[in-house]
């Protein structure tokens, strides 16, 4: 019999999560992104200042797969929000029930903290995503689209000229 947990990550997961994340780049197919380390999670998960958590689902002590969660904010409801930077499983662990144990439990973190509201993301082709998060009870947004500045982009951003106004 298979013993199946999900806990918080410890400094000794953050090698799993890494591999799990590369697994999930590869499956998005997005791994030409992917420039993290595990010592990037290592750091970004526990170190002085931490902003981002990490629940792992475990099959006989094995990493199978892992949410990474954060607070956001939602102006209009006035409270904190729950947000899922990545979910991933397995894909030879898929249909156990993992994933939907992972998103339940993320569920009860936000209640358990008085979030406002539990969201995350998903690929518009991830059909088979949409579907499950749908049968969750969660609804797409498609009114919404995502806005990203990243690399140069980004740095070219910051050191824009910003006009003072009123002067």
């Known amino acids: 019999m298979t ?3 999900i806990h918080p990550a410890t400094r000794a997961d953050a090698p799993a999560i890494h591999a799990l994340v590369r697994e999930l780049a ?3 197919k997005l791994e030409h992104l ?6 990037d999670f290592e750091r970004e998960l526990f170190g002085k200042g931490a902003v981002i958590e990490c ?3 475990k099959e ?5 797969g892992f949410a990474l969660f954060f607070h956001n904010f939602s102006t209009f409801l006035g409270r904190k929000g729950l947000y899922l930077e ?3 499983v397995k894909p030879e662990r898929r249909g156990k029930g993992y994933g939907k144990a992972l998103l339940v ?3 009860q973190i936000a209640v358990e903290r008085n979030c406002g509201r539990f969201e995350w993301s998903v690929l518009d082709w991830n059909t088979p995503s949409i579907e499950f998060y749908e049968a969750m009870g969660a609804k797409v947004m498609p009114d919404w689209k995502i806005v990203r500045t990243t690399g140069d982009a980004l740095v070219n951003m910051a050191a824009m000229n910003v ?4 002067k």
Request: charged content about 15%; hydrophobic content about 55%.
């Open 163 to 166: 006009v003072s106004l009123g």
């Open 55 to 57: 629940i792992v689902a």
């Open 60 to 64: 006989d002590e094995q990493a199978v």
């Open 86 to 88: 990545d979910l991933y």
């Open 26 to 28: 590869v499956y998005e």
């Open 34 to 39: 992917m420039v993290s380390t595990p010592a």
């Open 105 to 107: 439990r993320l569920a």
């Open 3 to 5: 013993a199946f947990t």
